[in-house]
């Protein structure tokens, strides 16, 4: 089964104690600092919230004078490019490690986790039978959508609505295979859209593309963001 972040969340309010759950197989597979990550789970929603903004605008800062400053780069990619590049990314466990890790900088890594949480699920129902399907959609629910969670990812509301319905008011068996597809969706847009435009600014994307075959530089409008 795919092991979540329920440890990291249950270690959340006690960051500091020496009691703490160890990081689960999941966390390991994807993440290359998990303290760090249970620090930062540790701020409040709110400070989170903050601390991912202002990184963001700062990061989105550095982007844009490296591009302007920078020196040779390659020609702008039409859209079915820039996924390509980001699908490489984020399918290639050294680079959805240190995609990751940009994630967490900017308080965010949610999205990353869940939408490998999702891709998780897909093989749980046909390799460990329904009861463990269910199980696992539950635990995500706690993790990744209930309102409460420090890890709740930003969907929109008839998206989150539809979901706290079906898990929250329905008999688990009316869970269908593709119960978290749309978010995921959601969260791969946000994250292809909007981070993955300041990772390849930094030295790690350059590491992973050069390891991947990828464009390492890239040159966008002004909004330095993907072509549409």
Not at 114 to 139: D, I, N, Y
Request: aromatic content about 10%.
């Amino acid at each position: 089964m795919p092991l979540l972040l329920a440890s990291a969340s249950a270690s959340a309010s006690a960051p500091n104690s020496s009691n703490s759950s160890s990081p689960n197989h999941f966390t390991q597979s994807i993440m290359r600092s998990p303290r760090k990550l249970l620090k930062q789970l540790s701020l409040p929603r709110g400070e989170r919230r903050r601390r991912s903004a202002d990184n963001r605008r700062e990061n989105s800062e550095k982007a844009k004078s490296n591009t302007l400053n920078g020196g040779s780069a390659s020609p702008r990619l039409s859209p079915n490019e820039w996924q390509f590049a980001f699908d490489h990314v984020i399918g290639d466990a050294e680079g959805r490690a240190q995609f990751t890790k940009f994630l967490q900088s900017e308080y965010s890594e949610e999205n990353i986790l869940f939408w490998w949480a999702v891709e998780e699920l897909k093989a749980v129902s046909a390799s460990e039978g329904r009861p463990e399907f269910e199980r696992t959609v539950k635990e995500m629910f706690d993790t990744f959508i209930a309102s409460e969670s420090p890890l709740a990812i930003n969907i929109d509301h008839d998206t989150r609505s539809e979901l706290v319905d079906r898990v929250e008011n329905k008999d688990p068996s009316s869970f269908p295979e593709n119960i978290y597809e749309r978010a995921q969706a959601h969260v791969y847009r946000l994250m292809e859209k909007d981070c993955f435009s300041r990772f390849v600014h930094t030295p790690a994307y350059k590491e992973v593309a050069k390891k991947l075959s990828l464009p390492q530089t890239f040159r966008f409008s002004d909004r330095l963001s993907p072509a549409n």
